[in-house]
Nanobody
Framework: QVQVVESGGGLVQPGGSLRLSCAASGRIFSIDFMGWYQQDPGKERELVAAITNGGSTNYADSVKGRFTISRDNAKNTMYLQMNNLKPDDTAVYYC??????????????WGQGTQVTVSS
């Protein structure tokens, strides 16, 4: 089995910073994709930032220039550095991992989510 655990959320004032972490563990042969998604109540999850195993990154327009995604392949861990936070960034942030097992089948896994609240 694979476990995905997020951490680092919290309450921050506008203009502040947070760093989210996502750690994947368990029966993982390789990780092809890791991404952060945000979800507001009553809405679907939307991609915030993603990174492939080759290091290619993709960002939502709303966070370009403010958020930076990175990963440590040796630790199967992904990070999201969030700077200059705005009230609109308030949401539950979920980590998604697409991983292969030893026989080449891919599966996607979600973490439990971490709340980010930007408010004065």
């Amino acid at each position: 089995q694979v476990q995905v655990v997020e951490s680092g959320g919290g309450l921050v004032q506008p203009g502040g910073s947070l760093r989210l972490s996502c750690a994947a563990s368990g029966r993982i042969f390789s990780i092809d994709f890791m991404g952060w998604y945000q979800q507001d109540p009553g809405k679907e999850r939307e991609l915030v930032a993603a990174i492939t195993n080759g290091g290619s990154t993709n960002y939502a327009d709303s966070v370009k220039g403010r958020f930076t995604i990175s990963r440590d392949n040796a630790k199967n861990t992904m990070y999201l550095q969030m700077n200059n936070l705005k009230p609109d960034d308030t949401a539950v942030y979920y980590c998604k991992v697409v991983a292969k097992n030893s026989i080449g089948y891919s599966f996607q896994y979600w973490g439990q989510g971490t709340q980010v609240t930007v408010s004065s």
